[in-house]
């Protein structure tokens, strides 16, 4: 059983032993194990390459020419900025010691006390919080496809920044950091919640309250380089192995099925996506097959660590099918710019796939069953937990994301470039820099 | 002398180069344009949203001449170029008056 259990919710478990015996973890450096080690200094590397170059390029090919350098520039930029601000205080909020059920509290700012031979577990805890900053970095990274193309640098850096410290570090304590929603026994192995949720949720509020864009609907807006969105795409899928497989924090038989799941949901959401769009339209389109991929990946996250692979056949199609339906709907019907489909891909999917994690968990469902409930769950306690943290998560994320762009608009004097700037376009206007030169 | 320019489908450009080289045309300029005609533009689909694309990809062709060698070039671009199909595009001659080698400061047929 408490196999099971480690498979379900590894970090969680893993969180609790450290802050149960802090001082135990830290004199244990005796037990480094270097498989395990090796393999999450991979996924770290594996999961950083999603952002940089992954996502970046898969994003940057789908706008305009006029702003690929400033999409690129977004993502890297965030990166950066991320990457001190988890160094600063990021980790320890969201890793923190605190016996706080909502933050880890402030006495890890800066890593201190984090030197050679700490550990985390069997790895070292340099090694562990670098792994969680690729997460941080990728969530908000994920939210710039809501707001390409129209937002000023200085906003959309500012509000990265605040959105990452009062959504993503909190929530990512609440799941994985010992807080209250791993207490309750949430099943959220890879960032159903932490990452999708957010930022899918995050990427709409943003949409909404920023406008559509220019012409929106009413003039061409194609992807300038689908070439370059593949090669992102493609990158995304082999770094979710870092990303899922890597958060068994082991190198172990639960990160090798996780990597097997995710495979296979990617693979079934791109031809799922495919299918629909052939049997629709007629023709199956490159794009269609890309955004597939990511509908899979995204919600194949959080169940990655609890369905078998038959599962995770499931999960795919639910994800390609649900997405693909979602994002038609938000875009054609109620016409909302959330400009490269974030919350209907990402947000929609890591609903799915964290309510589907609750029910294919079972070990009860013959061809289709994952690892089993934990100590005193059932289907109905499960998916009440599942339900509870998509939507205390998801509200949380939509009142404080709303609260963020209206307190960024009044810093950066609008969030928003003019109109004019808007259609020269932001490499100019933000960078003083073009994209291409031919 | 005559100019002739050609609009025509991209992939028929080496064929018709082909061609000219055959009869004796020396030198050509292409450019890589976008325009409509009778053939009217396409519809394409990115993620649902549906755009009617209205300027197509062709290749302009800009081929100085003298007067003897004007219905042997058309002849050639007509019968290379030619597909049958809607949006083979079209030739346009005007007179040229003049053209200058610049190395050698050539004029007239010389310069061709």
């Known amino acids: 059983m408490t196999m099971t259990m480690k498979c379900i919710t590894p970090k969680f478990l893993f969180a609790v032993v450290v802050l149960l015996l802090p001082t135990l973890a830290s004199a244990q450096e005796g037990d480094l194990n270097g498989a395990n080690t090796a393999w999450i200094m991979t996924s770290t590397a594996l999961v950083l390459f999603m952002t940089l170059p992954g996502l970046s390029l898969f994003y940057a090919g789908l706008v305009k020419t006029k702003n690929v350098l400033s999409v690129l520039m977004q993502c890297f930029s965030i990166a950066v900025v991320i990457s001190l601000l988890w160094l600063i205080v990021g980790y320890s909020i969201a890793f923190g010691p605190s016996e706080s059920a909502y933050w880890g509290g402030l006495d890890k700012m800066f890593f201190s006390g984090i030197v050679v031979d700490s550990m985390a577990g069997d790895i070292p805890e340099t090694v562990f919080s670098a792994f969680q900053m690729t997460f941080a970095i990728i969530t908000p990274a994920l939210v710039v496809g809501a707001f390409v193309e129209r937002i000023k640098f200085s906003a959309m850096l500012l509000f990265s920044v605040l959105w990452t410290l009062l959504v993503y570090f909190p929530v990512a304590n609440w799941v994985w950091g010992g807080g209250w929603l791993g207490q309750m026994g949430l099943i959220d192995f890879a960032g159903g919640t932490v990452v999708h949720v957010t930022a899918g949720v995050a990427a709409l509020v943003t949409a909404l309250v920023l406008g559509q864009r220019e012409g929106f609907l009413t003039k061409p807006m194609m992807p300038h380089n689908l070439t370059m969105s593949f090669t992102g795409a493609a990158m995304l899928w082999v770094g979710w192995f870092g990303f899922n497989a890597g958060s068994a924090l082991a190198a172990d038989g639960a990160a090798g099925m996780a990597l097997l799941v995710t495979h296979m949901s990617a693979a079934t959401g791109a031809l799922t996506w495919m299918l629909i769009e052939w049997l629709k339209h007629g023709k199956p389109s490159g794009l269609g097959a890309i955004t597939g991929m990511v509908a899979g990946l995204a919600t194949i996250t959080p169940a990655s660590g609890s369905v078998g692979p038959a599962g995770a056949l499931l999960v795919g199609l639910s994800g390609g099918v649900i997405c693909y339906f979602a994002t038609n709907y938000l875009k054609q019907v109620v016409r909302i710019d959330d400009s490269l489909d974030v919350f209907p891909v990402h947000g929609v999917g890591g609903i799915v796939g964290t309510f589907l994690a609750g029910i294919l968990v079972s070990d009860r469902l013959g061809i289709l069953s994952g690892n089993g409930y934990a100590e005193g769950m059932s289907m109905g306690s499960q998916v009440m937990v599942q339900l509870t943290g998509i939507v205390a998560v998801a509200v949380y994320t939509a009142i404080v994301t709303f609260g963020l762009l209206k307190l960024v608009a009044v810093v950066t004097s609008g969030i928003r470039v003019t109109t004019d700037q808007e259609q020269v376009g932001l490499d100019i206007t933000d960078h003083d820099e073009t994209g291409y030169s031919m | ?112």
């Open chain 2, 1 to 112: 002398m005559k100019l002739i320019t050609a609009i025509i489908k991209p992939f028929k450009s080496d064929d018709v180069r082909e061609a000219l080289s055959g009869i004796g045309v020396s030198g050509m300029t292409l450019t890589e344009v976008k325009g409509f005609g009778r053939q009217k533009g396409h519809t394409e689909l990115y993620r649902g949203a549906e755009y009617v694309i209205d300027f197509l990809p062709k290749v302009r062709l800009e081929i100085a001449v003298p007067d003897s060698l004007v219905d042997q070039v058309v002849e050639a671009i007509c019968s290379t170029a030619n597909t049958g199909q809607i949006g083979d595009g079209k030739i346009f001659i005007t007179n040229l008056e003049q053209a200058i080698r610049i190395r050698t400061g050539e004029t007239g047929d010389e310069a061709l």
